[in-house]
């Protein structure tokens, strides 16, 4: 019966007869879901889907109700609020609240802090099918799927973030501005922790990753406006399209943000799934750098050769898309660290197919500002500030072409998992024989011996 139903509601998404758009939005406590809602509520005449809950409601919920404000919440069986009853008369109250919500066999539903929440999805297809767009706030990674599985070329899954969990005196700070208890702050911040967990596990399945780091409602406002005016259904066919057939993957951060990391991890995740394409420069060597750069004085170095020059702080630098284009056509992805918008500009235009932009949001301008309170003056960090500040102007100038947004929470292994989520997302479907990968694992060492460093030749035996 379940499966019958779920399959009539994909049947008729197929069939077209939807006009509205389905916005879902996912995020820890206190990342801004409600803001952003109100945002596509009051600007943009979105529709926002009522959840069926069944913990009691609030003092605060109860005031708006009866003033007849949508709170984004119903109640199974008329408004509940346990206040001071018995703890017998609570549990009694909770059952009861609980068979009502499994009475109403609602397709969307799902548990968080042991009460059961869920959607219509008449209310849903009622809105969709009058051509009114809708959003809803969930952070059930299941429904999430399920939205996107049904409602498909309809549906747009957004994850909010604004700060990492794991930096719990920020993470208080904001629920302290909400008037949480401690307890309560507590309880959220443990959640919090999940919910984030979930998203690195799952970042590939969100379309896109609204960074809600203090920018302001104007910039949010107009992030929402640049999503919302695009064809979801170019959004999904931009990604499905490029499965299966090697990549290449540009990460785009400022100067903190863990660009270093990123190339640590794509060695980490080695040849198999990328091997890093080697910028040109004019700077001098770092004790850093690895074969990310090539540097005047090492072998190899030819500028000139390059077809995509660009300046970045006064450096000049060099990619040479020829040899990402033999990478490809022998079957291997590469990743490049690039954030320069004129070099990403020519190399979506090289390579349309191929391109996969992967923005990294490190440490954010509101948490950086927090960490640094005492020394705000300081022309050092006032120079940091600018860089955070050109980062948030680079994103939201590029949001509509960023494929995926990683989190680095400087934890190597959760930076890893969230790099292998991605690429797991376009290798869909590539399948090696043992013939085939002894084949591939050849070709990429003529990659590597072509530009491994080397030291000049009068300095190898000194």
Known sequence: MEQDFRRSLIEKAKEKTYLGKLVIL???????????????????????????????????????????????????????????????????????????????????????????????????NNYLE??????????????????KSIYGENCLACFVYRVNPNNKGIFMQIAGQRHDTQESAEARHKQAVKDFNTYTNNVALYDYTI????????????????????????????????????????????PGSGKDDVLEIARVQGMLHSLIVPKHTTRARREDDGEE??????LGFDIDSCDIL???????YGINSNEIRERLDDGISSSIVVSNEYALAELAKRFPEELVKVYIQGLSKQEYIAQHQEHLSEPYVQRRILEYEKADNLYQRNLSTINHVIINTGDLKDLKMQMDNIIALYENGRKLSLGEFRSYMNVTQKYIARFERKLPQQEQFK
């Open 26 to 124: 996912s995020g820890i406590s206190g990342s801004g879901k409600n803001f952003i809602a109100d945002i596509l509520l009051d600007r943009y005449n979105y529709v926002l889907i009522d959840k069926y809950v069944t913990r009691p409601f609030r003092d605060k919920e109860v005031t708006e109700m009866s003033l007849g404000k949508n709170i984004g919440i119903k109640a199974v069986n008329g408004v509940y609020n346990d206040g001071e009853k018995s703890v017998e008369e609570q549990e009694r109250n909770a059952n009861i609240r609980k068979q009502a919500f499994l009475n109403l066999r609602l397709p969307f539903s799902y548990i968080n802090y042991g009460e059961y929440y869920g959607f219509s999805a008449t209310e849903i």
């Open 130 to 147: 009058s051509g009114r767009n809708v959003t809803i706030i969930v952070n059930d990674i299941g429904i999430v799927r399920d939205l």
């Open 211 to 254: 960074l809600n780091t203090g920018i302001g409602k104007d910039d949010i406002s107009k992030i929402l406006e640049d999503l919302t005016a695009r064809e979801f259904e170019s959004i999904q066919t931009e990604k499905s399209t490029k499965c299966g057939s090697p990549k290449i993957y540009a990460y785009i951060g400022n």
């Open 293 to 298: 750069m090539i540097c005047p004085g090492d």
């Open 310 to 316: 660009y300046t970045n702080y006064g450096t000049r």
